[in-house]
Structures are given as structure tokens and as C-alpha cells.
């Protein structure tokens, strides 16, 4: 596909699609949205507690003794305005967006910040993110500017980007950290870090008028649906909208500590780790490379009270505690979940293991965090309104996207026709009044963590030598939740392949890494209707029925 003839997400906004002023000073007097936001935050605790500690960090691939980093907010609040400068030095102007794809690391936060700083918008990428997804996202959102590192986990991310790049027009300068000059890109090291210019003449008008919270602050891709990708466009209150709705977990109490292993250009990170501590003049706590020995360790040195991670990441954490206790005992509330709920099972062994306070959440691209379990369901937070509209969940209210590019190019502002709604694609269902479970996604969407674009997949599959037909669906793992299964109707029934050379197989196709499937079952046909369309219910049903070590039915062919 020629990804520069696709037509860009980003566009102009239909007249209207702003939040009624009405409803807007609702949410303020309610609390949930703001006259300053998260600039203003690391500005104010900066100048009140200029030594508290920002962010603590831990980098895998330093020497011993110096792979822990803490940064002050002193030490913040000097880098978001040297880089914000530097941002506009390189032609960043407001509402540009600015695309990164870094690991964890405090420059990355601090990176987020300096848009801001100066009303650009944020394109977050993840760091397992390869080539084709890479310039299908910076084609669709036209990103001005891209920071990658040079090399990551054995991936040259500076060479793709230079590889790329010549097919961006709208792609005005490339920044590295780390060895830039092999690619021919700005050196974030010398420009960034160490050039002051926060003294400059770029610095000389940072109005913080431009870090309103009611400007557009992050494009959120979503992936899949072939070579098609949408995005979401948030404010800074809505992404404050769910954490200030948590008043019952003190988001506005004494500075707190919290952790997240999740990649810090993922919506949950963003909030949980940057967004939250900001508001809260608490410290964000993260690791570059996943460990779970490593990040209890990170929790036992900076006293971590509040930790969100998902089921898979949380089953790990149990069993390095057990094998290795870590001091813990500053921990008050453990979240998890994502988009679809935690296994009963993985929910009691947290509360039986850590002794603390357990939420899970849901949280979509659409509704931030949208909603904190009490109970069996899903309670949402204040302010956030949810419908269930022939089993779709849709979304209404203060942490709810201001619009969504979908697959195809056409915009869909929530207040533009659809009265602040968006369709959120989850499949769910309604409980007690005021609840909702989320049941599944829709058929073109899966994944616990990351929204896996099944029919690349399914193409993918069907481009093996020894598949005749695939699937992918979701399944229901007992300790990390939803993962993506592939369904394989092999070429020959005597060489069928096997799940590790399919997964290299998507991989050399360019297939993210956290895209894959995690399981494989064989059968010698697809559930069709008598129209052959795919009846990927029936395969739902039928892998919900199979236990390990007991035969494999076929699913049920027949419509």
C-alpha cells in the first residue's frame, strides 16, 4: 500500500464539535474538568517543592549503580520548557502533531510535557510498534516531528524511520536519541538536553495560555482494521476528567507514588504515571524494560502507594513477590483490568497476596478511564454516562474523546450530531442500574492490553504455505485475560505448522511483536453461515468449551 496516498486523519473539526458551554461549566463545578492542567501542575509543585521527586526510573541497560534515575520537579518543570523551546526552534507550531516512539524513560514524560507547553499535540507510539504500522501512522496523523532512539530491544528504530521518511511529506525533521548521526537525524542528546534553549529566543514566549487543558493534547492511533488506522483526539480535562472522579481513592490528597509497567505511550500509562502524579504533586514510577523482580524493587525503594498494571503483568508481580518478598507495605490501592475485566481468580489471589485495597477497571481509547468495579460490574465513574444499544457500549460525558477519525477517513465529533456520544465498539451488557460489564469487543477488535488488528493477522496467517484458512479470535486466559487465539484450517492435515512458526512468520511481516497470537488450535474447517460468511461467535462458543487434555471437537460448521 502507498501509505502517502491515504487520506490524513487529522482535519479540521465539523462547526460545533467543541462541549456546549453549558455542559462544559457543569463538569467544572462538578470538579472534573479545570482552568489549569498538568503544565500548570509541574510549574506550581516546581515552585512549592522544587526537590520532591518527579519520576523515578529505572534503566535496564545502564551499569549497575547508575540504572536508577530520579528527576525533581526543578529538574522537570527546566526540561519541559529547554525542550518545548527546542520543539519550536525545529517549526513545532500549536496543533501540530509531534509523534513519539519511546521506551520508558522520564525524557519521554518530559517530552509530552513540552508539547503542551506549547499547544501541540501528542502522537504516542508504541516502542513494539514496526515499519508498515509506524508509516501508516505517521501518514495518517501527518506528524511533523518523530523522536525514536536509535536502537531498541534489538531493533533499529532510527534506520526505519530514515527509511521512511521520504514518503512523509508533512514528516519535517526526525530526532534521535542516542547515535544520530548515522541516519543523518537532529541528535537529541546535544539539541535537546543540552542546549539551553529555555534561554533563547524560542523561550521568549511560552504563554501558558497554550497549556490549556480544554486544547487538544492527544491523538490516539488505534490499529487494525487492515491498512486503515482511527484516532481519537483528547483534551487535557478529559484525560483528567477520570483520574479528579476517583475522589474516593484520594486522587486529591497527599502527594502519592505511583507505577505502571505499561508502555508510557499507552493511554493507561499516560494516566497512571504522568498524568495522575502531575495533578496530584505525587511521583510517577516506571522501568524501561519489563522485570517484575525489578519493578518490586523500584516499589520497595520509592514507597509506591498506588499501582495500576494489567493481569498478565500482575500474575508475574505475585509470583517474583513470592519467591523474593519485597517490602510493600506502602502500597494502599492496586488497580487492574484494561478493556475487558480481570479473571475472579487473579482478583483474589491480589487481595490475599498484597492486602490492599483491589479495583479492577475498564478503560477505553474513547472514555480514558472510564470505570472502577465495586462490585461484580463495572461502576462508572462519576460524570460518565454509558448505554448499551443492541449490545454496543457507547460513551457520553467529561473523559469521553472530543472526536474519532474512523477507518476510512470520515470524522465523528461527539458534539458535533451525536450529542457528546461515541460508540465505543465494545460489546457489553447492562446489570443493576448503572452498571455495565464489558463482554467482549467487536469482531474486527481484540486484545487485553493493546487493540490487535485482527484481519492483518488473519491475512498474515493466510499468507503461510501451510494454511489453507484462519481466524482470530479472542479467548479467555484464567490468569492474563483476553489474548488473541488463531484458528488454522492447515494446507495438508498431516504438516500442519505450529504456533512458533506462525508467530515468526507474522513477525518477519513486519507484525508487532505484542500482536500475536498466543494460541493455536487446528480444525479441518471455519464456521460459515449460508451466505459463507464467518460465524466467528460459533468459534467464540467453542473455545470457551475446551479444556486442556480433553479432545477437540470441531466447531460447529453449519449455519
Known sequence: MDVTAAAPLLGPLPDGAGVPREVADGWRAAGLWRAEGFVHDVLRTAAEHPDRPAFVGHRAHRPEGRRTVTVSYAELALHMDRFAAALR?????????????????????????????????????????????????????????????????????????AEVAHRLPWLRRRVVVGDAAATGAVDFGSYFLRTAHERGPDARELPLALASPDRPALLLTVMGMGEDHGALLHTGNTLYAGLAAQRGDDVTGPPAVFA???????????????????????????????????????????????????????????????????????????????????PGALLGELRAGLGVRVRSVWGAPEAGLGAVSHGSGEQPLPGLEVVVEDGRLRVRGPSVALAAWRHGGSVEAAWDRWDGWLDTGDAAAAGRPGEVTVVRRADERTGGLFVVPVDE??????????????????????TYGEMPCAVVVPALQEEPPGLVELRDHLARRGLTEAFLPTRLELVGSLPRDQDGRLRKEALRTWLARLRPGTPRPRPDTTA
Open 89 to 161: 526552534s525545529l517549526g513545532v507550531a500549536e496543533g501540530d502533531p509531534v509523534a513519539l516512539q519511546l521506551p520508558n524513560w522520564w525524557e519521554t514524560a518530559a517530552l509530552v510535557l513540552a508539547c503542551w507547553r506549547i499547544g501541540a499535540v501528542v502522537v504516542p507510539v508504541l516502542p513494539g510498534v514496526r515499519a508498515p504500522d509506524l508509516e501508516r501512522i505517521l501518514a495518517a496523523t501527518q506528524a511533523r516531528v518523530c523522536v525514536v532512539p536509535d536502537h531498541w530491544e534489538q531493533y533499529g528504530h532510527a534506520e526505519v524511520l
Open 457 to 478: 493477522l488473519e491475512e498474515g496467517l493466510r499468507a503461510h504455505p501451510r494454511v489453507l484458512e484462519a481466524a482470530v479470535v479472542e479467548y479467555t486466559d484464567a
Open 260 to 342: 505502571s509497567p505499561l508502555p508510557l505511550t499507552s493511554l493507561a500509562a499516560l494516566l497512571y504515571t504522568v498524568c495522575w502524579p502531575l495533578a496530584a504533586g505525587g511521583t510517577g514510577v516506571f522501568q524501561d524494560v519489563w522485570d517484575p523482580r525489578v519493578l518490586l524493587g523500584l516499589m520497595e525503594y520509592a514507597r509506591v502507594d498506588r499501582m495500576y498494571a494489567t493481569p498478565a503483568h500482575w500474575a508475574e508481580l505475585l509470583t517474583a513477590q513470592r519467591q523474593e518478598s519485597r517490602d510493600l507495605s506502602a502500597l494502599r490501592l492496586a488497580l487492574t483490568g484494561g478493556r475487558v475485566g480481570t
